[in-house]
């Protein structure tokens, strides 16, 4: 009787696994059927569905552009609602991505992540993400160029649809122009005015984004340029050897910056606090709009000012994407196209909201369209955005920024 029952167990465990899979099999034929689907039909799935969009939350500005702008259009025009989830990183949500593809989680919480760089390779690798679903998306069709550089790859990683441009960033250095009157424009002149300006300069530890970003600037600058970086760091035998310059640079400095280099702010947030307070003259920022957003809400001085330096700074393009499991994977593609819209881009663009550079080709645009995004005021503490594209400097591959990351707690922080 005993292993009768433990037989009947076993049967109705193989039918609900059996059932599970169908169920699982039927789902999966149904979303990848949208790759294929007209936009109409698309938008018609999407009406009523939620959409989780998981992203990184420690800005003010950022959040209250997806909370009042973003998501009302959304659940007016196209019947969607948008929840913004906030996460300190990225890579928690990728780290949890990689945890439900272990477990076979088929139908998960994420529609919608805010990724790029190495987030973006190691989601992309692990097969984290949905399919190619740009070129289903209308405001990709028409106002962006697939084959541009700063499109079709991420940090060097081919972008194959995976994940849809959403905005621009270019590093910028921020300044006090009331204490700061002919600010540094190489890491040559940057040493020399930290020795004249003991403790008024810093940046943020690794792996803090924004401070891996100086350190690529420092590479760049100290062992002869980019271009000998764009290729695979495993492809340069001595790149070790070539590294050292940069180490040499930022041992030379650490004496004079802040707290004499013995301790380096945690983040950028604490980098920020530090110069809205007075107690460094600089700061830096991935945002060429940060800076006037943060006089608008009166934390930095109206003296606020950013710059490039003369060789130029890193720039690189930011995405979304739907991540392999997405329950609202209708949603999704309707809220990123919505995202991308010339409407939306110009709402991001005003220091205002985000102050986010625009992700669309210009020359796509109407002659309307294209003066909607000139006439957005960026303030005095932000570039005009022709200097900055005169500016752009390509990005790493991801395979460097792991070394460079070690390295610097190696051979700076340990020191």
């Known amino acids: 009787m005993k292993k009768i029952s433990l037989m009947a167990s076993g049967l109705l465990v193989l039918v609900l696994a059996a059932c599970s899979n169908e169920t699982g099999n039927s789902a999966a034929e149904e979303a990848d059927s949208l790759l294929k689907s007209d936009w109409k039909s698309v938008?018609?799935?999407?009406?009523?569905q939620e959409v989780n969009m998981y992203m990184w939350g420690g800005n003010e500005n950022i959040n209250r552009y997806l909370d009042e702008w973003v998501a009302p259009r959304l659940q007016e025009e196209h019947d969607v609602?948008?929840?913004?989830?906030?996460?300190?990183d990225a890579q928690d949500f990728v780290n949890q991505l990689v945890d439900e593809k272990s477990a076979g989680k088929t139908e998960g919480s994420m529609d919608i992540i805010w990724i790029n760089g190495e987030n973006f390779k190691a989601a992309?690798?692990?097969?984290?993400?949905?399919?190619?679903?740009?070129?289903?998306?209308p405001?990709?069709?028409d106002y962006i160029d697939p084959e541009a550089p700063e499109v079709a790859a991420d940090f060097g990683e081919p972008v194959e649809g995976l994940e849809a441009p959403w905005g621009k960033a270019q590093f910028v250095l921020v300044y006090d122009e009331d204490k700061v009157k002919n600010p540094p424009k190489s890491m040559e002149e940057l040493a020399a005015w930290a020795k004249e300006n003991p403790g008024k300069f810093t940046y943020p530890a690794l792996p803090d984004f924004t401070g891996s970003a100086f350190i690529r600037h420092v590479l760049y600058e100290?062992?002869?340029g980019h271009e000998q970086y764009q290729q695979p760091a495993a492809e340069i035998a001595d790149l070790e050897t070539r590294l050292e310059p940069m180490w040499q640079y930022l041992n030379g400095i650490e004496p004079y910056l802040w707290r004499k280099g013995e301790t380096y702010p945690e983040s950028l947030a604490k980098q920020e606090q530090l110069f809205a307070s007075g107690e460094v003259w600089m700061t830096m920022s991935y945002d060429p709009a940060l800076a006037a957003s943060e006089v608008l809400k009166g934390r930095f001085p109206e003296s606020t000012r950013t710059y490039v330096l003369d060789g130029g700074t890193l720039a690189n393009t930011h995405y979304l994407s739907i991540p392999f499991n997405s329950s609202q994977k209708a949603g999704a593609m309707v809220a990123i196209n919505e995202m991308m819209s010339p409407e939306a881009q110009t709402a991001k663009l005003s220091p205002e909201n985000w102050g986010d550079l625009s992700a669309l080709n210009f020359e796509k645009?109407?002659?309307?369209?294209?003066?909607?995004?000139?006439?957005?005021?960026?303030?005095?503490a932000t570039l005009p955005i022709e200097e900055l594209e005169q500016k752009r400097l390509p990005e790493l591959s991801s395979d460097y920024i792991e070394i460079i990351e070690?390295?610097?707690?190696?051979?700076v922080a340990k020191d």
């Open 81 to 88: 609602e948008l929840n913004r989830v906030p996460v300190n």
């Open 406 to 411: 070690k390295g610097w707690m190696e051979n």
């Open 139 to 141: 405001n990709f069709q």
């Open 222 to 224: 100290t062992t002869g």
């Open 124 to 137: 992309k690798d692990n097969g984290l993400l949905w399919g190619n679903f740009t070129g289903q998306l």
């Open 43 to 48: 938008a018609e799935e999407a009406a009523g």
């Open 365 to 380: 645009l109407s002659a309307e369209q294209q003066q909607a995004l000139n006439d957005v005021n960026l303030g005095a």
